[in-house]
């Protein structure tokens, strides 16, 4: 299979497939695709019928949109822990998942998605904030119900922990303050090999764009 990407410093919807395929062993290879670039545009188009990233191709099928994929994923291995084995587990973590997908544009526009960015707090605005307070109240939900057998929001590594991972990465790079118990969550998805591998190469890349690079 291939997962084809944009920037790492900035794609946030490429970080999703891309860190939970890595995490839980699904062997693929990525082709990044630099973002608002010459040619850039035309090149998404050939490889993905939406014209966004990420895309994964698995043969002669295409497969666009995060979410999409990661369902994806969950019906090609079964056996590798996409979703909560646990019914309602796996119930409550696909609407939170969804929830992210469809909601939460306040925190996306004032945040962008910036792993270069050194953690600096920023004003958020009362619409920021009550998508941060939705946010940490879904992840305490999650965890106090079904986290029982691990660090994250289902106990091991899911689908749900890779929707929200580029929400911690905005978190922490844009100094937002949250209660202990997030910040543990938050602590342990960064403590992630794959985490540490898609920010490093992130940090590296050579491509920038000011409007990430430039949010005060």
Known sequence: MKLVIGNKAYSSWSFRPWILMTVLGIPFEEELIPLYREGSAEAIRRLSPGGKVPALIDGGLVVWESLAIIEYLADRFPGRGVWPDDIAARAH??????EMHAGFQPLRN????NVRRAPKALVLGPEVEANVARI???WGEARARFGAGGPFLYGAFSGADAMYAPVVSRFHCYAVPVPPE???????????PAWRAWTEAGQA???HLADSDDVV
């Open 136 to 138: 940490v109240a879904a």
């Open 205 to 207: 890349e050579p491509w």
């Open 110 to 113: 004032r945040c962008p998605m």
């Open 182 to 192: 997030a910040r543990a969550y938050m602590d342990a998805v960064m403590a992630l």
């Open 93 to 98: 973590a696909r609407a939170l998942a969804t």
